[in-house]
Nanobody, 124 residues
Framework: QLQLVESGGGSVQPGGSLRLSCAVSGLTLDLVGIGWFRQAPGKEREGVSCISASGSSTNYADSVKGRFTTSRDNAKNTVYLQMDSPQSEDTAVYYC?????????????????WGQGTQVTVSS
């Protein structure tokens, strides 16, 4: 019943910015943690960031710390991933997913529901 839909992907130049959105329906958003994952061609899916149900806890992969920021607006049922200073290695399909206990954990097995993904391409 829980549904997640990503949007905001596209092409961006290195040093630019992009904001991804994850719209959640079918459940009150403040009950679940939300994670962002990505998968580049020829590589396994990896965790990017997560945010707890309350928004009080966040976690980031070392590769994106200081450049990416995740936040949530429970009133709008939406979680965001702000991508600043993207680099070519950030090119991937980005997915959001829900963790039903409300925790912020960058482990794929923790997440039960997944969106279909949105493509981000970083190129000059």
């Amino acid at each position: 019943q829980l549904q997640l839909v990503e949007s905001g992907g596209g092409s961006v130049q290195p040093g630019g910015s992009l904001r991804l959105s994850c719209a959640v329906s079918g459940l009150t958003l403040d009950l679940v943690g939300i994670g962002w994952f990505r998968q580049a061609p020829g590589k396994e899916r990896e965790g990017v960031s997560c945010i707890s149900a309350s928004g009080s806890s966040t976690n980031y992969a070392d590769s994106v710390k200081g450049r990416f920021t995740t936040s949530r607006d429970n009133a709008k049922n939406t979680v965001y991933l702000q991508m600043d200073s993207p680099q070519s290695e950030d090119t991937a399909v980005y997915y959001c997913a829900a963790q039903m206990s409300g925790r912020c954990m960058l482990a794929e097995y923790e997440f039960r529901y997944w969106g279909q993904g949105t493509q981000v391409t970083v190129s000059s």
